[in-house]
């Protein structure tokens, strides 16, 4: 099956899935009730039943965050390995994540941004991403240009100063509900998903994915060395410039609507690159369709297996993610981009 194939055959799937998921939760809704719901609502024929109150405000909603959010983590994942070149890059190595945990974390324990209402939580963690994303520019920067060895250092040795913030405000906080709350965002989570929620995420991870696809052959030329790139007349310094600012404010939004889901970034990628190769034009488009609809049946599988509560997302992605990954690394014939 060709790549462009795969894409529109893993786009229907999301679809239908994200459709199918909807009758899945505390009270499962039958497939039939779940359509008219959608159909009416479209139509503008909409009656408030209980059924359409909670397929359209609560769980269609978060199930197309779901699919937003595993794209943008997926496509996350697979620009990191091209910027530093490693096999083992994923989405929050660079210190996001952590960073956007400092965000939350004084949120939930000292009020911080309480002014923002509902969107508190949001705002902290899309400031603690950002502040996260500069400071490793700067440091790297600082410590003479934006290497691969740099950027892995500066984001491991940073993500540990944010995590041990995060941990000092729990700590100092002294309120047990307020450290549950914390590790339940870190883990990751689309319950609290709104429609309003849904257009700046699917915004920035559809750019992306377009201005990634638009520079596919420099990435390709980047996968093979900085010199080759370099004698193919690839700009490398404004190219690792500019992945490191669209990888770090798609994982920065992501973050801020989900939280710290791990796992899709790194195996997705592989995936991809298993069935449809590693040029990037091929890659990409597999690689966000196959995020989508693997974050949605990750969605609902943390509903159906400690209901009527809620797992986060983090556990299952971890669960499933781990020997998948063993697994794809098994493969005698894999390689990660020119080198085994």
């Known amino acids: 099956m060709s790549p462009t194939a795969l894409t529109l055959v893993l786009a229907v799937l999301t679809a239908a899935s994200t ?18 719901a959608v159909t009416e609502r479209i139509a503008g024929t909409a009656v408030d039943s209980g059924h359409a109150v ?6 269609l909603p978060r199930a197309v965050l779901a699919a937003v959010v595993g794209a943008g983590l997926a496509l996350a994942g697979a620009l990191m390995q091209a910027l530093v070149r490693n096999a083992l890059a994923e989405p929050y190595l660079l210190g996001v994540s952590a960073g956007a945990a400092v965000g939350a974390t004084a949120v939930l324990t000292m009020g911080v941004l309480s002014a923002f209402g509902v969107w508190a939580l ?10 996260a994303t500069l400071t490793v520019y700067l440091v790297a920067r600082a410590q003479g240009g934006l290497t691969a060895l740099r950027l892995i250092l500066s984001g491991v040795v940073l993500s540990s100063a944010y995590m041990a913030v ?58 093979a060395g900085t010199d080759t790139a370099a004698a193919l007349g690839v700009p490398v310094r404004a190219l690792r410039t500019g992945l490191f600012a669209m990888q770090g404010l798609l994982v920065g939004v992501l973050v801020a609507v989900a939280g710290g889901i791990g796992f899709i970034g790194l195996i997705v990628p592989h995936a991809a690159r298993l069935i449809v190769g590693a040029t990037h034009r091929a890659m990409l488009p597999v690689t966000a369709g196959a995020g989508a609809l693997f ?21 299952v992605t971890g669960l499933i ?20």
């Open 122 to 131: 949001s705002a902290g963690a899309l400031v603690g991403a950002m502040a």
């Open 54 to 59: 909670i397929v359209w405000e609560l769980r």
């Open 19 to 36: 459709v199918g998921s909807v009758c899945f939760g505390a009270e499962d809704i039958p497939v039939d009730a779940v359509w008219r």
């Open 166 to 223: 995060s941990s000092l405000l729990v700590f100092a906080a002294g309120d047990p509900h307020a450290a549950e709350s914390v590790m339940f965002w870190m883990l990751g989570s689309v319950a609290g998903a709104t429609w309003a929620k849904v257009p700046l995420a699917g915004a920035v991870v559809l750019t992306t994915l377009i201005a990634a696809l638009s520079i596919h052959s420099w990435l390709d030329a980047y996968a």
């Open 295 to 315: 974050l949605v049946w990750v969605d609902v599988i943390s509903r159906e297996l400690a209901a009527p509560r809620e797992m986060p997302l983090g556990i």
């Open 321 to 340: 993610g781990a020997p998948l990954f063993l697994l794809l690394m098994g493969r005698r014939d894999y390689e990660f981009g020119n080198r085994s």
